[in-house]
């Protein structure tokens, strides 16, 4: 892994590309939950059953990457650093606020895959569609423009090393 423990992060590469390459993968999601909600009131199966296989894993993945395991390493590492923690715990509320939301939209899409049993007009459909992948587009853009960069600079060797061991197996496996 990595050798001074004390050293801010040079590699190339660090478990938080990781949490990088996640935050693309949920930004695709948001991607194809537009494309969803812009060709209401089509609800072609195969597409929405990707974006609820996607939000079955992506996001619970990439929720776990950043609230269990990147954010409780960088707040200790920052701990004392009033602007700094209150913007980290922000970001976290919102992350575990989109959490809560996640059933919800597992929920809608479920019962978009059923257009029999759909109780929710298209224009509804399309509105909360929107309203989810709007706020996750928003965190991910938070995360990618000052979390991960404050991470890059603040970790130590150890921390990234700490963060692998919880990280890269689940990673490992094909986990998402």
Request: proline fraction near 6%; hydrophobic fraction near 40%.
């Amino acid at each position: 892994m990595l050798d001074d423990p004390t050293a801010p992060n040079t590699y190339e590469r660090t478990p938080l590309d990781y949490v990088a390459e996640h935050a693309d993968r949920v930004n695709q999601m948001c991607d194809l939950l537009e494309a969803l909600a812009d060709d209401l009131p089509r609800r072609p199966a195969p597409v929405w059953r990707e974006a609820k296989r996607m939000c079955n894993s992506v996001i619970p993945g990439h929720y776990q990457d950043v609230l269990t395991v990147l954010m409780p390493i960088l707040l200790r590492r920052i701990a004392g650093e009033l602007d700094c923690e209150d913007t980290l715990r922000r970001l976290q509320e919102d992350f575990e606020d989109e959490a809560c939301r996640l059933t919800e939209l597992n929920d809608l899409l479920e019962e978009a895959l059923t257009a029999d049993r759909c109780t929710i007009g298209p224009e509804a459909l399309g509105y909360a569609l929107r309203g989810f992948f709007n706020v996750l587009r928003r965190n991910t853009s938070w995360e990618t423009k000052v979390l991960l960069p404050l991470a890059t600079r603040r970790l130590t060797a150890d921390d990234l090393n700490e963060i692998a061991l919880n990280l890269l197996p689940r990673h490992a496996k094909g986990m998402t």
